[in-house]
């Protein structure tokens, strides 16, 4: 009975090593899977305002221009 325990134990071992690969795997992939949806990267707050107040005509197209190549240099 003894030995069948020692034996059980070392598997015991490997099976929960195996187990937190899978969560690692599953937490992983749902990790990546929601940031594949929004989109991945998120965008630099200054041009997202530079944009708005070129949509809402609070600067000219020439400005718009030159300021959003100020910030992605």
């Excluded at 000219?60 to 030159?66: F, G, V």
Aim: net charge positive.
């Amino acid at each position: 009975m003894m030995h069948m325990m020692n034996n059980m134990g070392v598997h015991g071992f490997s099976m929960f090593y195996w187990m937190l690969l899978q969560w690692g795997l599953l937490l992983g992939g749902i990790y990546l899977f929601i940031r594949w949806i929004n989109g991945g990267k998120k965008e630099d707050p200054a041009l997202q305002i530079l944009r708005e107040r070129f949509a809402k005509g609070e600067i000219t197209e020439e400005e718009y221009r030159d300021k959003r190549n100020e910030l992605l240099r």
